[in-house]
């Protein structure tokens, strides 16, 4: 919990830096920073972080018998930190790293739907502590675990705020691989849950 505590107060104080950011900014115009749960709902659970960025946008407005309705279509370039762990035997610990590209669709009514290719994936497993022998001697191992190569497709649903062009929750379904383990692939498939949120007012 004081890990989840420190994250929540620095989030809250680059809010509150952001308010002080001038409202012409381009970067922060196109950024949007989003944090939520991560995990499978049975084994793991924890928490991810990450930031979209608007690479293209196209609004397309349809002429229909109540008055225009307009659509908006996006690329976005996203990257995401998320860290999982077993809370009941404190094991199946891993830290995750991905990054790629979403296309969004938002609707007239705000209702948004998205489909995500991340070909650039890291996956590290976090193992308790670890002893290892050798030549008779027993000896501690410093940061215990492997690391796998992880890319990943999701797809998922959310809803913009009203009056907030980047704000709003999500979630979505992720499936990944992570290679190589043992032999062959371990495909794992995670729910992510949370909030997208942008520094600016609108």
């Known amino acids: 919990m004081k890990k989840y505590s420190i994250v929540f107060l620095l989030l809250f104080a680059m809010n509150l830096n952001g308010q002080q950011l001038p409202n012409n900014n381009?970067?922060?115009d196109k950024t949007t920073f989003k944090i939520g749960y991560h995990g499978d709902?049975?084994?793991?659970?924890?928490?991810?972080l990450g930031a979209e960025y608007a690479w293209k946008e196209k609004i397309k407005i349809k002429e229909k018998k109540k008055g225009p309705k307009?659509?908006?279509h996006q690329y976005l370039l996203h990257s995401n930190l998320g860290y999982s762990t077993n809370f009941r035997n404190k094991t199946d610990n891993g830290l995750q790293v991905y990054a790629g590209i979403i296309w969004r669709r938002?609707?007239?009514k705000r209702w948004q739907f998205n489909l995500e290719i991340?070909?650039?994936g890291y996956y590290r497993s976090i193992l308790p502590e670890t002893y290892e022998?050798?030549?008779s001697e027993v000896s501690k191992i410093k940061f215990p675990g492997r690391s796998y190569y992880a890319p990943s497709i999701g797809f998922g649903t959310g809803r913009q705020r009203p009056g907030k062009r980047r704000s709003g929750w999500y979630l979505n379904l992720n499936y990944t691989l992570r290679t190589p383990y043992n032999a062959g692939t371990l495909p794992t498939l995670s729910i992510q849950?949370?909030?997208r949120f942008n520094f600016k007012k609108k």
């Open 118 to 120: 991340n070909p650039l």
């Open 133 to 135: 022998v050798q030549e």
């Open 26 to 28: 381009p970067f922060l």
């Open 106 to 108: 938002t609707n007239p």
């Open 70 to 72: 307009s659509i908006t």
């Open 41 to 48: 709902l049975i084994n793991t659970s924890g928490l991810q």
């Open 193 to 195: 849950y949370g909030h």
